[in-house]
């Protein structure tokens, strides 16, 4: 009966502390996103695939996916349609003169009822332009090392010569001092 009891209490906690999680929003972005590489340099086509809820299957919609910069405002975007599959997939060019941070690749959707629009899922990609020049004003010089004279005493040096013997072929020849 005591088992039963504590076996009871313990689904009643798992219960209590799932349904907290999920009423938090720890779970409200439903999509992942896979990403190709892991940062990109300008010029280069960053490759995606958004995995959706099992129930857009059937349901086919289009989303808009946009690059934010890294004040949050819109880059660029385009469209991408389902055509009634859990996943999409696609590309973008990064342009040359995008500025190297940061950046966050933004899938949108629409609410069917309110028409508000939400977002399904939002990745930091990260960018290095490697056209940009290098402000040497801005990098902080390294500290220099300390110089210290040394006395004749200090360094000590051994030098020593051991016998050798190399084979070429079917030559032996032996070196020695």
Known sequence: MKKNKYFLNIILILFVISNSL?????NTNPC???????????????W???????????????MRVGLLDQQGQVADYFFLQTEGKTYASGYYKIPFDRPSGIHHLVFMGQEQ??????VLAKVAVPIYNDLEKLNISEIT????????SLETNDLQIEISWISLRIK???LC???SS
Do not use: C, W
């Open 141 to 148: 010089p390294v500290a220099k090392m300390p110089e210290k």
């Open 168 to 170: 070429v072929g079917k």
């Open 173 to 175: 020849r032996q070196i």
């Open 22 to 26: 999920l009423a938090s929003g720890l």
């Open 113 to 118: 009822t309110s028409k508000r629009p939400i």
């Open 32 to 46: 992942v996103v896979h990403l190709d590489k892991s940062f990109y340099v300008t010029g280069e086509v960053i």
């Open 48 to 62: 995606f695939k958004i995995y959706l809820p099992s129930e857009s299957k059937g349901n086919p919609f289009t």
